[in-house]
T-cell receptor, first 115, second 114 residues
Framework: DAGVTQSPTHLIKTRGQQVTLRCSPK?????VSWYQQALGQGPQFIFQ???????QRGNFPDRFSGHQFPNYSSELNVNALLLGDSALYLC??????????????FGSGTQLSVL | AQSVAQPEDQVNVAEGNPLTVKCTYS??????LFWYVQYPNRGLQFLLK??????LVKGSYGFEAEFNKSQTSFHLKKPSALVSDSALYFC????????????FGSGTRLQVQP
């Protein structure tokens, strides 16, 4: 049973560019959340997708956008990259977004470096 | 608003000794509390959760955590530490109202010496 898979594992971009990160959830999961983990910090919630719609959003600018496909996989897009966007981007999947006690399964992340 | 504080950046303990990693939280409403562990170059792995019921929660790899409502704490414990427990530990909180996303603490690095 495949867990959460993310691609690519590493990415180097320059300021002003755009980037797309991809995530396939754990088999049977229908909800995908994205987190940003800056060096030395805990993960920060970006947004969550369920039934192909953004259901919740954290305190991130509109440069951060996403999409969920019918097969539950998801993409995170970041436009006009800034140096401060350099971080580990984590995808987490779960079953059902209204459940209060759902356990999140995390991928290994995409390490984004902005030069 | 909800928040989590992990007051120790690093905890050092000798193998075989008990360990405690501290966590305090602030939420409006009932807290749902979680502990996750992160090994190098890996994503976060779920250890345990408190939703309701018994204040002592048992989780993976022999870890347990105690929910203390009056002190708004959820400390992670293990009776006997292993070198393989060395990793980065994150406490997280959410509620059943409002925003349901997890809020994580800044993490505590656990170093277990042989």
């Amino acid at each position: 049973d495949a867990g959460v898979t993310q691609s690519p594992t590493h990415l180097i971009k320059t300021r002003g560019q755009q980037v797309t990160l991809r995530c396939s959830p754990k088999s049977g999961h229908d909800t995908v959340s994205w987190y940003q983990q800056a060096l030395g910090q805990g993960p920060q919630f970006i947004f969550q997708y369920y039934e192909e719609e953004e259901r919740q959003r954290g305190n991130f600018p509109d440069r951060f956008s996403g999409h969920q496909f019918p097969n539950y996989s998801s993409e995170l897009n970041v436009n006009a990259l800034l140096l401060g966007d350099s971080a580990l981007y984590l995808c987490a999947s779960s079953l059902g977004y209204r459940g209060a006690n759902e356990k999140l399964f995390f991928g290994s992340g995409t390490q984004l470096s902005v030069l | 608003a909800q928040s989590v504080a992990q007051p120790e950046d690093q905890v050092n303990v000798a193998e075989g000794n008990p360990l405690t990693v501290k966590c305090t939280y602030s939420v409006s409403g009932n807290p749902y509390l979680f502990w996750y562990v992160q090994y190098p170059n890996r994503g976060l792995q779920f250890l345990l959760k408190y939703i309701t019921g018994d204040n002592l929660v048992k989780g993976s790899y022999g870890f347990e955590a105690e929910f203390n409502k009056s002190q708004t704490s959820f400390h992670l414990k293990k009776p006997s530490a292993l070198v393989s427990d060395s990793a980065l530990y994150f406490c997280a909180v959410r509620t059943d109202t409002g925003r349901r996303a997890l809020t994580f603490g800044s993490g505590t690095r656990l170093q277990v010496q042989p």
